[in-house]
Nanobody, 122 residues
């Protein structure tokens, strides 16, 4: 089992920045690809960004490229999502997930956190 705990969400003004963190415990963090998904009310859970083991590869949802950065610190068993230039399209509950491979498909991921809320004021 891997337990994932997200933090860093909150309310930010449009154009502002937030850094989300996801700390893992349990099995060896470095063996897992990690991803961030988000789900807004009434919408499906969407892939936002993902990173392979050892941080070799990254993928992003088109609408967050150039604004969001995913990175990991295997020594701290933590994956981060640095978000900048936040817009009214970004509010959602953000979830981190761990899986065996990087994929935009949620069913690829085995372990999920409880989520952290991001809100953006205009």
């Amino acid at each position: 089992q891997v337990q994932l705990v997200e933090s860093g969400g909150g309310l930010v003004q449009a154009g502002g920045s937030l850094r989300l963190s996801c700390v893992a415990s349990g099995r060896t963090f470095r063996n897992y690809a990690m991803a961030w998904f988000r789900q807004a009310p009434g919408r499906e859970r969407d892939f936002v960004a993902g990173i392979t083991t050892y941080g070799i590869g990254r993928e992003y949802k088109d609408s967050v490229k150039e604004r969001f950065t995913i990175f990991r610190d295997d020594a701290e068993s933590t994956v981060y999502l640095q978000m900048s230039s936040l817009t009214p399209e970004d509010p959602a509950v953000y979830y981190c997930a761990a899986g065996s491979a990087l994929s935009p498909l949620s069913q690829t991921y085995i372990f999920w956190g409880q989520g952290t809320q991001v809100a953006v004021s205009s």
